[in-house]
Structures are given as structure tokens and as C-alpha cells.
């Protein structure tokens, strides 16, 4: 199911459908989470992320982190992934051999978005006009420096090499972006829970 060329995105609905139980791991990190809904999320969101990727590699789901990191699989290192949620919302981004990030965040007000792209948007990048327009913006560089593997650490550089960046819908109260190393292989999407 998962061809070189091909990304896959998950959208997944995280105040609705069965998880799978947590692994001890999950259930220890979930317990530092404020509320019961904020760890609710947070254990769906990475139950949904085992089952997505247990249904494209038949390997042990035995996850270690690179040095900035960002996760990966230590029996299918092949397969590359990645995870971002944002309240209710979360997705999942697969690929085969490139390295892939996805950042999701739901629009809300924010009144000090210029100062904030300001500091952390990379030299020479458009000022945002707006509070949508920050967000558009934040997603598409957030899933780049994901994808590279830097995360914040990143913050104001572009990364080196060629990547592509793309939107992926999620609504109207969500922005979102997937970003792939090289160019932009066919992006397939899906609904989590619902065959795919």
C-alpha cells in the first residue's frame, strides 16, 4: 500500500472512535498532561499512529529517537512518518525513503502573531497579513523544519536542500501543511477510521 512516490496523510478525529490500549511508555508520558482530555487526545492520537503505521510495515513497531528527536523505527527505518495534533485534530503523514512532517494548528485569536513571525519566521519570508495568514504560514514552515528533523531548534533558518511544501485540508478551523524532502510526490488523503 505505501509505494515509493506516495505520501499518505491521515486526518485523524481525536473526540471520537476506539484506541488501541497504550503502550507503558504512552501511558507514563500522558500522565504529565494537565487534564483528562488534553492526555485523552494525546493517547488516541498515538494509538492512531501505531495502528497507521503497523498497517504499512509488518515489522515490530520499536521506536528510537534521532538526535533532535524526531522519531523513527528501528526495524523498518524505510518507512518515515510523523505526527502533529492540535486540539481535536490530529495527522499522521507516512512516506517510503523520504523524509516527511506534517504540522496542524487551529485558528484561534492571537494578537501578537506579527512579533511572533517576526522572531521565528526564517529571513526574507512575507510578513503575515493576517491572523489566518500566520497560521498558513506557521504550519507550512513548522512541517518543513519537522521534516528536516530540527523542529524548533530550527527556528529562522530554512533547512538545507530541496523540499517541497504543500496545504492539507482540514476545515475551516484548522490550517495545515505536509512537507517532503525533494520534490512533491503524489499526496494521498485519508480519514482515519474510515477504511483507509
Do not use: C
Not at 98 to 115: C, F, N, Q, S, W
Amino acid at each position: 500500500m505505501l509505494n515509493p512516490g506516495e505520501v499518505h496523510v491521515w486526518r485523524v478525529r481525536l473526540n471520537r472512535g476506539k484506541e488501541l490500549p497504550p503502550t507503558a511508555e504512552e501511558a507514563a508520558h500522558a500522565t504529565g498532561f494537565a487534564t483528562p482530555t488534553l492526555r485523552r487526545r494525546y493517547l488516541r492520537a498515538h494509538a492512531a499512529l501505531r495502528a497507521i503505521l503497523g498497517s504499512v510495515t509488518g515489522a515490530p513497531l520499536e521506536f528510537a529517537l534521532h538526535e533532535k528527536g524526531k522519531p523513527y523505527l528501528t526495524r523498518a527505518p524505510e518507512i518515515r512518518f510523523n505526527l502533529a495534533h492540535s486540539r481535536e485534530m490530529a495527522l499522521v503523514a507516512v512516506a517510503r525513503g523520504v523524509e516527511v512532517g506534517v504540522d496542524i494548528e487551529r485558528l484561534r485569536p492571537l494578537t501578537e502573531y506579527a512579533a511572533i513571525a517576526q522572531r521565528y519566521f526564517p529571513e526574507g519570508y512575507t510578513a503575515p497579513t493576517g491572523v489566518r495568514d500566520f497560521f498558513r504560514h506557521w504550519t507550512r514552515f513548522e512541517a518543513l523544519l519537522k521534516a528536516h528533523g530540527a523542529g524548533l531548534y530550527g527556528a529562522g533558518a530554512t533547512p538545507p536542500g530541496v523540499w517541497s511544501v504543500t496545504e492539507i485540508d482540514t476545515g475551516r478551523r484548522f490550517t495545515a501543511a505536509l512537507a517532503v524532502e525533494g520534490p512533491l510526490p503524489a499526496v494521498m488523503v485519508h480519514e482515519y477510521g474510515e477504511g483507509a
